[in-house]
């Protein structure tokens, strides 16, 4: 019954984490991609509609790409999972963990831009002005997991070694 039990705690706790990296990774896109065009004048906002398919209507977001966006949260929440996850990987390092999943969360979003057409010509200039608005993103991102996951494992070590002063004394 122990084992069920845990069992329970580690699938809720999965559970909660995959929305929650799915639910922040969808609603960070859709506002940055809202401020954007909030701050975007007229003739900007039909530059902007020129080069990418995300700015296909200005002013708005289409359903394709806030479809688009929630794709990339599903992935990112999956990403998270497979490298967070002591059930799928055995990599004790954080900072490993951490990177590995930032550099196949690179290689994901660069997939969902090339195949969902983000940008509808193969200038540099377009990757490159997506790189430098995302690279501060990831490097945040990167930061913030790693803090997080340092904070989760000191507060899970501090919890056993609790549990087995207890066990200790009779």
Not at 21 to 27: E, I, Q, R, W
Not at 131 to 151: T, W
Request: glycine residues 4%; contains cysteine; proline residues 2%.
């Amino acid at each position: 019954m122990g084992k069920n039990n845990n069992r329970m705690i580690i699938d809720r706790k999965s559970i909660h984490d995959f929305v929650y990296t799915t639910s922040l990774a969808f609603t960070l896109q859709t506002l940055i991609a809202a401020f954007v065009m909030f701050i975007s004048s007229s003739e900007t906002a039909s530059e902007q509609s020129r080069i990418s398919s995300i700015y296909a209507t200005p002013g708005f977001l289409s359903k394709s790409t806030l479809l688009q966006f929630f794709i990339v949260a599903v992935l990112t929440g999956i990403i998270r999972h497979i490298f967070m996850s002591d059930m799928i990987l055995k990599i004790k390092s954080i900072a490993l963990r951490i990177s590995l999943m930032f550099v196949f969360e690179i290689i994901m979003v660069g997939i969902v831009v090339w195949r969902c057409n983000w940008f509808r010509s193969m200038q540099v200039g377009h990757w490159i002005g997506f790189v430098i608005g995302a690279l501060p993103c990831m490097i945040a991102g990167f930061i913030m997991a790693y803090k997080s996951e340092c904070r989760e494992n000191e507060e899970m070590n501090e919890a056993l070694k609790r549990k087995q002063q207890e066990e200790k004394q009779p």
